[in-house]
């Protein structure tokens, strides 16, 4: 169904992002034929460019991006031709005027503004779209992580979005909740009797969620040494799906109704002791640097992996830890939640000595499906032994070719056009996470502390293993 006629402004529409995801992303939108006719993408930037200079720059990417097979001539002319380009100071007043005239040519076009650039340029973008006349009080307002370093930080860019947007106009990314399997998790939730009746730490014993990467920091050290795993995954993806998995039935879904309860589990987080916590940096490999050299500093204490237990207080959840792990250069790129429930509570059948609960496995990403493991008979005659099994789902082979799964940013582009708020995060979202966060970052400077070495390929410094075992549990393989 395509949506409204739009001008999307991209500010930073010749960086690494926009030609990585947001372009492909519209491309895409287009090819489902998403996009209306007359819809304009305006690409602004502080470069000189022509606008057959910016078009052949976006076909590039599109090309890189997307691949030659992936493409079809005829999509990428249309999308080419309803590509504009404005030159703009983020900082001074050069090339508004412009801006402002163009998108005044479309009065009745809904207008979104995607900030794709650096977080220091907000709140200079943001009150020049307000000074020259371009915001409107229905217009859009689009910006992504870091969303501040902490939460001082984070308060002062809400503070400076909110002096021209209403908070229902800003639109803060987390490009994990617009992954297909993320929003399953919901439907999964919400759309079964089943499993809400036991969704709690009466029958769940524990949930891991797992986000494992094999890529390392090179190419991005300067950023990501200032960041570390906690505020680079830990304080936005992760918590994301933490808040989906733990949250309490909203009573709609719909954007403030699905936030409020998120914004619950976080303000329930109990403060994190170091103990809770395990941190770790790839060391070399045969082949390539470790962390220290990809980031160009022999001491930095910068964590490249953190594995943490999080206890979330509240009726629903005491008692339940959730085990958190996220790394780079693990031995694959693999990110699941697994609900493990409770064994039952007595066992009729004598042989069996360790009977391990059901567990429910959502896969995000690769391989995206659900895997329910179950306990069965395993077949003969040696007497009544068990076994556990998975019933298993993919979405590819469930659904076919409607099971693949659309990029993030599809979603979550034409949801800012649509004005759905409900996967975008809130400002008080983002400030009651960084508010969890900060502690336990000042903690562990405060302290000292180093991260350990890990080897790459592996799951993780051995030590993260303690923090489930001391609890009687065990981390699930990476795959
Ligand atoms: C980004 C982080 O937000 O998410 C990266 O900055 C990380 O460090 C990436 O690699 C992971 O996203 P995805 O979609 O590849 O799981």
């Not at 090309?63 to 001074?92: H, S």
């Not at 999964?188 to 029958?203: D, T, V």
């Not at 309860?261 to 916590?277: C, F, H, M, Q, S």
């Not at 959840?317 to 990110?335: C, D, E, N, Q, V």
Request: hydrophobic share 40%; net charge negative; glycine share 8%.
């Amino acid at each position: 169904i395509p949506v409204q006629p739009f001008d999307l402004v991209i500010f930073g529409a010749t960086g690494d992002l926009a030609r990585r995801k947001i372009l492909p992303s519209l491309y895409r939108r287009l090819a489902v034929h998403q996009i209306p006719a007359g819809a304009r993408i305006i690409g602004a930037a502080r470069a000189k460019m022509s606008r057959a200079e910016f078009r052949k720059e976006v076909s590039d990417a599109l090309l890189e991006f997307i691949g030659e097979a992936g493409l079809d001539k005829a999509l990428v002319e249309e999308f080419i031709n309803g590509l504009d380009y404005v030159t703009v100071d983020a900082t001074g007043d050069n090339g508004w005027g412009t801006l402002a005239k163009k998108l005044d040519e479309k009065p009745d076009h809904i207008r979104a503004f995607y900030l794709s650039v650096a977080p220091a340029l907000f709140g200079d973008i943001s009150d020049r779209l307000a000074k020259h006349g371009i915001a409107t009080p229905a217009s859009r307002i689009v910006v992504e992580k870091p969303l501040g370093k902490d939460l001082a930080s984070a308060k002062a860019l809400n503070a400076q979005l909110s002096r021209n947007f209403d908070e229902h106009q800003i639109y803060r990314i987390d490009h994990y909740l617009g992954k297909e399997t993320v929003q399953n998790l919901m439907a999964i939730r919400f759309g079964n009797a089943l499993f809400e009746p036991l969704w709690n730490s009466n029958y769940v014993d524990h949930v891991q969620i797992t986000v494992a990467e094999s890529i390392g920091v090179a190419g991005r050290g300067a950023y990501y040494d200032k960041s570390g795993a906690m505020r680079d995954m830990v304080q936005n993806h992760m918590m994301q799906l933490l808040c989906l998995t733990a949250m309490e039935p909203p009573s709609k879904f719909d954007p403030d109704a699905v936030r409020d309860e998120k914004l619950k589990v976080i303000r329930a987080l109990e403060p994190l002791t170091i103990g809770d916590t395990v941190r770790g940096q790839y060391r070399p490999s045969s082949k390539e640097g470790g962390y220290l050299d990809h980031v160009g500093d022999p001491n930095s204490h910068t964590e490249s992996f953190v594995a943490l237990k999080v206890h979330i207080s509240n009726w629903r959840w005491a008692g339940t830890p959730f085990y958190l792990r996220t790394g780079k250069k693990l031995g694959s790129r693999f990110s699941e939640i697994a609900v493990v429930f409770k064994a039952p509570p007595h066992t009729i059948f004598p042989q069996v000595e360790h009977h391990r609960g059901n567990a429910l496995i959502i896969r995000l990403q690769p391989n995206e499906g659900i895997t329910l493991r179950v306990t069965i008979k395993e077949p003969g005659q040696g007497g009544m032994r068990l076994t556990e099994v998975p019933l298993d789902m993919t979405f590819a082979e469930a659904l076919g070719a409607d099971g693949l799964m659309p990029e993030a940013y599809e979603r979550l582009i034409m949801d800012v056009i649509r004005g759905d708020q409900t996967l975008f995060m809130r400002g008080d979202e983002v400030e009651a996470a960084w508010a969890w966060t900060d502690p336990i970052i000042r903690a562990w400077d405060d302290a000292g502390t180093k991260p350990l070495p890990y080897d790459q390929g592996s799951a993780g410094p051995i030590q993260s293993y303690k923090l489930t075992s001391s609890d009687g549990h065990l981390w699930r393989e990476i795959e």
